[in-house]
T-cell receptor, first 109, second 115 residues
């Protein structure tokens, strides 16, 4: 069973930031938070991951709450190409991913 | 820069037919995975191979078999296809199988319909 909870969908305007929340209240001390996204008719694509500290890369930022029970993926300026399903995954050792339903992001021009 | 390559991209089978889905990666990754994705759902793990020579069941292994042919290749076989196996199948690979922080790289999927 998926261990994370995400909203089903979110809408954003092009060039505005998008904040995607994720709850992972059962997270253990060694579990990482991974985010993947899936564009239409494509396989999932790795976005970012983190353990305790906030993380930034060229695609997005990941803000992890101090108690680690929630996190937020931040797309700083949404483009039409960012329209996808975003999956937040609580990842234990062993490298297996358990996907939930994800958040469908709609970007309006 | 191919990454993870899956063949075929599309396939239609009749109930009871058999088929092997092929997956190859060129990133020298130790671990490989097979997932299925039904319409409107997230991916579910069928089988995985943490390293060459090992395979393990995932969440939904019934009706499937796998072979880790070598470090590059991991195939998924349907011995007797059933309509319930109509789905999109994704292969993935990752480095360092026992680590929690290695991302997985996915192929573009095989769309399989069973009539």
């Amino acid at each position: 069973d998926a261990k994370t909870t995400q909203p089903n969908s979110m809408e954003s305007n092009e060039e505005e930031p998008v904040h995607l929340p994720c709850n992972h209240s059962t997270i253990s001390g060694t579990d990482y938070i991974h985010w993947y996204r899936q564009l239409p008719s494509q396989g999932p694509e790795y976005v970012i991951h983190g353990l305790t500290s906030n993380v930034n890369n060229r695609m997005a930022s990941l803000a992890i709450a101090e108690d680690r029970k929630s996190s937020t993926l931040i797309l700083h300026r949404a483009t039409l190409r960012d329209a996808a399903v975003y999956y937040c995954i609580q990842k234990a050792a062993g490298n297996k991913l358990t996907f939930g339903g994800g958040t469908r992001v709609l970007v309006k021009p | 820069n191919a990454g993870v390559t899956q063949t075929p991209k599309f396939q239609v089978l009749k109930t009871g037919q058999s088929m092997t889905l092929q997956c190859a990666q060129d990133m020298n990754h130790n671990s490989m995975y097979w997932y299925r994705q039904d319409p409107g759902m997230g991916l579910r793990l069928i089988y995985y191979s943490a390293s060459e020579g090992t395979t393990d069941k995932g969440e939904v292994p019934n009706g499937y078999n796998v072979s880790r042919l070598n470090k590059r290749e991991f195939s998924l076989r349907l011995e007797s296809a059933a309509p319930s196996q109509t789905s999109v199948y994704f292969c993935a690979s990752s480095a360092l199988g026992q680590s929690s922080n290695q991302p997985q790289h996915f192929g573009d999927g095989t769309r399989l319909s069973i009539l």
